[in-house]
């Protein structure tokens, strides 16, 4: 992507897939495609300092070509000297940036998770992957945090009930279960949002008062509660921790869903399995 691409300003500070990384879309010039400068600059501003693991700042830095050796791979690079390889004008990394910025203790854990892995597997190929360390990529590419404060709405979640959930529930949502984006993947697919974009669910259990924080204190409480799972070695042991969540399906997200017929769908909101009794 060349610095004249389409920067799609009005969308991004607009739409409700985004509004977790508004408070840092805001502050990026509204007519050109931020550079690596443009990024380093909105991160100097975080207060507290975001730092990986290990205590090093973060920043970003160019991504690194060719074969290399294993503490200048990404996810060690980025544990030990706390640079995360970034290409300049792409979708992808700019979003990894935006999250770094908005959840940075639960991005510091998955980097954590990732190192460790690698260490215990001793410092091999960085591609070689496993079950934790594939689903804590799902998590990072893909995943949406769901806020749960009704088990009842939870169970419906992991039933594939879409219609009853997203429907007939429709009223009582707004204070049982509350949808972040959290994968920047995701969050590069919402550009162009289509039937059959889905995401990635973890349920996270929070309290009532939840959905009476305001947006910024949210973030911050799901970044804690995330970062606290992800540190849990009980955690992330295969992907099946993670329930699709439909995202179009989500009241708000797709006008369309205002008419009941939509959740009839069935290719898209896929019956699922029952899960039995809690």
């Not at 977790?20 to 207060?47: E, H, M, V, W």
């Not at 940036?97 to 998770?113: G, Q, S, Y």
């Not at 992991?158 to 509350?178: N, S, Y």
């Not at 995330?226 to 295969?238: G, I, K, T, V, W």
């Amino acid at each position: 992507m060349s610095d004249q691409a389409e920067w799609p300003y009005s969308y991004l500070s607009r739409a409700r897939p985004f509004a977790p990384l508004q408070p840092f879309i805001s502050r990026l010039r509204d007519d050109k495609f931020p550079d690596l400068t443009a990024l380093n600059g909105l991160l100097a501003d975080c207060d507290p300092a975001i730092r990986v693991r290990n205590g090093r700042t973060l920043r970003w830095v160019p991504q690194s070509q060719g074969k290399l050796p294993f503490d200048a791979q990404y996810e060690p690079r980025c544990y030990l000297q706390g640079e995360v390889q970034t290409r300049e004008y792409n979708w992808h990394d700019l979003f990894n940036a935006l999250v770094w910025m908005r959840f940075p203790r639960a991005k510091a854990a998955i980097n954590a998770r990732h190192y460790a892995v690698l260490c215990d597997a001793g410092g091999g190929d960085a591609k070689g992957r496993g079950a934790t360390r594939d689903a804590v990529t799902l998590l990072d590419e893909s995943g949406v945090i769901v806020a749960c404060a009704a088990s009842d709405f939870g169970r419906m979640l992991r039933e594939f009930r879409w219609k009853e959930l997203f429907w007939e529930r429709r009223a009582q949502l707004p204070g049982a279960l509350d949808f972040c984006l959290f994968g920047h993947g995701l969050y590069e697919k919402a550009l162009q949002p289509y039937i059959g974009m889905t995401g990635q669910g973890l349920l996270l259990d929070v309290g009532s008062d939840y959905f009476a924080m305001p947006a910024a204190r949210r973030a911050v409480y799901l970044d804690e509660l995330l970062a606290a799972y992800l540190d849990d070695p009980a955690h992330c042991s295969n992907t099946r921790e993670l329930t699709p969540v439909p995202l179009l399906g989500i009241p708000g997200w797709d006008e369309r869903n205002a008419d009941p017929a939509y959740y009839d769908n069935t290719a898209y909101f896929r019956p699922g399995r029952s899960l039995g009794p809690d």
